[in-house]
């Protein structure tokens, strides 16, 4: 198991904005989250996407908050669902919809959440099994809050994820006590070692995991590889940063999807040089475009792209905590909020960038 901490190598993966691009470069991000009278966190997800780069990001949540959040973030695409409605259809639709879905924000754990949830995963594990479909898309499925909740309660539900961690990459987000949910280990044996907590269940559940706390780690899906962001944000122990974090993973995987789909100027899809891609040996379709594989890691045989999900959640989480330190610049650390944090986002990726 090794562990960086060093965050600059992944500077370097942070692609420049396509001069040449559309809302569909950058991706549709659906936010499955929001129950009832619970628009906070789907907002925070939402607007955090769009800081971080998004085209286009799609509520799906309780009808209840129509509303707010059509006032909160008018620029974002809204569908409903009530106690009455046709969840199964719901979800297929969406799903077919969205390359990017982030699943639990405030999500609550009713039974009509838990339908959902159930319902989303299901059309999700479907879809996966259509290579064109995952061929076109390079999809992300991330995982948070009250999602996780829902499926640490449900073996039925934990059976469709790992069919799922089988296709396309998924990410979760657990606190302390949602990876004791999760795990079934003490919340003391979590905290005594978060490292070796992420790294296991990475690995025997073959998917990313983000470890949060005031040191977050990354694992990736073997185990093996792992991020300890030690920049401390204090600003950021306030309701809604995970909520924030999860919009900036999404947001930041379309940064990096785009650039993998057009293969653009800069091509630092790996942080180790020796890994970065050389254009002669990509296939194109007769459209001209770069043919990925099924899996959303690669782009053919030969190759590799295995780190674009888990660079982009290694790159939220060190932008996250930046842009905690940004917001307390200005608000005061005691007075951020967490919108305050998802409007420092693009500011830092700028920063970032140019280092």
């Not at 908050?65 to 297929?92: F, H, M, W």
């Not at 790996?270 to 001209?288: F, I, Y």
Request: glycine share 8%; aromatic share 6%.
């Amino acid at each position: 198991m090794n562990i960086q901490t060093d965050p600059s190598p992944y500077f370097n993966s942070i692609p420049l904005r396509l001069p040449d691009s559309n809302k569909g470069t950058y991706g549709k991000v659906l936010v499955l989250a929001g129950c009832k009278g619970m628009s906070g966190a789907a907002y925070l997800s939402a607007l955090a996407s769009y800081r971080t780069g998004a085209g286009l990001v799609k509520f799906l949540t309780h009808e209840d908050n129509r509303t707010i959040l059509q006032t909160l973030l008018p620029e974002a695409v809204y569908e409903g669902y009530e106690e009455s409605g046709d969840v199964n259809e719901l979800a297929k639709r969406n799903v077919q919809w969205a390359d990017v879905i982030i699943a639990g924000p405030g999500l609550g754990n009713s039974l009509l959440s838990q339908n959902v949830l159930r319902e989303t995963l299901k059309s999700i594990k479907a879809f996966s099994l259509d290579d064109d479909l995952i061929k076109k898309k390079s999809p992300l499925l991330i995982l948070d809050a009250d999602g996780l909740n829902i499926l640490s309660k449900s073996p039925s539900l934990k059976e469709e994820l790992s069919e799922i961690t089988e296709r396309i990459p998924v990410i979760i987000t657990p606190h302390p006590m949602e990876m004791s949910r999760l795990s079934g280990k003490s919340l003391q044996e979590i905290l005594e070692n978060p490292a070796l907590t992420a790294s296991e269940y990475s690995k025997s559940h073959k998917l990313i995991t983000i470890m949060k706390g005031s040191e977050t780690i990354v694992s990736d899906k073997t185990g093996e590889k792992l991020f300890k962001n030690t920049l401390k944000s204090p600003a950021l122990s306030k309701g809604g940063s995970g909520d924030v974090l999860s919009g900036a993973i999404a947001g930041m995987y379309t940064l990096l999807r785009a650039e993998s789909g057009n293969m653009g100027s800069r091509n630092k899809f790996d942080c180790e040089p020796s890994n970065r891609v050389d254009l002669s040996s990509v296939p194109t379709d007769e459209s001209g475009s770069y043919i990925t594989d099924g899996s959303g890691y690669e782009i053919s045989e030969s190759v590799s792209f295995k780190n674009t999900a888990y660079n982009a959640a290694v790159l939220a989480v060190i932008i996250h905590a930046e842009a905690g330190v940004l917001a307390a610049k200005q608000y005061g650390i005691n007075g951020v909020l967490a919108r305050d944090t998802a409007n420092s986002l693009g500011r830092i990726i700028d920063s970032l960038s140019e280092q």
